[in-house]
Each structure stands twice: as C-alpha cells, then as structure tokens.
C-alpha cells in the first residue's frame, strides 16, 4: 500500500508541477503576443526561469511514477498480460 500512495503522490506533484508550467507559459505567451503587435513589452526573464523549473520538477516527478509503476509491475501491465512473461526495454 505504501508504494500506491506514494505513487499517487507522485502524480499528484506531476499534476502540480504541470499546472505551475502551464501558468508560466501562458504568461510568456501573453507577453509576446502583446510584443508581436508593437507593445514594448517582451516576455520576463523570471517567468522564463520558473517555466524551466516547472519542467525540471515535472519531469522528476513523472520519472519517480515512472519507476514505481515499473517496479510494482502489475500497477503497470494491461489485465491481458498479467501472468504472462513480460519484458521491458
């Protein structure tokens, strides 16, 4: 049970970290929207960085989700296949 909860847990910082990535793109986005009709505004450095780290973060926390699946197995394996030899790459 701990490893489903920590997957769960897992997710739910992907989740987090996804939605935290989204929010800063769209605040670059916007800003260079604005910059592409002639607004001197350009999109900050600081939105830029937390975008970057929001990434960083959620591709830590979907490899962590990755492992645990990948370890429990049977998480991981369709309902037709579990019981059959199985070989990951």
Do not use: F
């Not at 605040?27 to 604005?34: C, E």
């Amino acid at each position: 049970m701990e490893k489903k909860e920590t997957l769960l847990h897992s997710l739910a910082e992907l989740k987090a970290a996804h939605e935290k990535a989204s929010c800063a793109l769209a605040s670059i986005m916007t800003a260079a929207a604005k910059a592409a009709k002639g607004a001197s505004e350009l999109p900050c450095i600081n939105d830029l960085r937390h975008y970057k780290q929001a990434l960083s973060a959620a591709k830590i926390h979907a490899s962590q989700a990755e492992m645990l699946l990948v370890d429990s197995g049977i998480l991981a394996m369709p309902p037709d296949l579990l019981g059959k030899t199985v070989y990951m790459q």
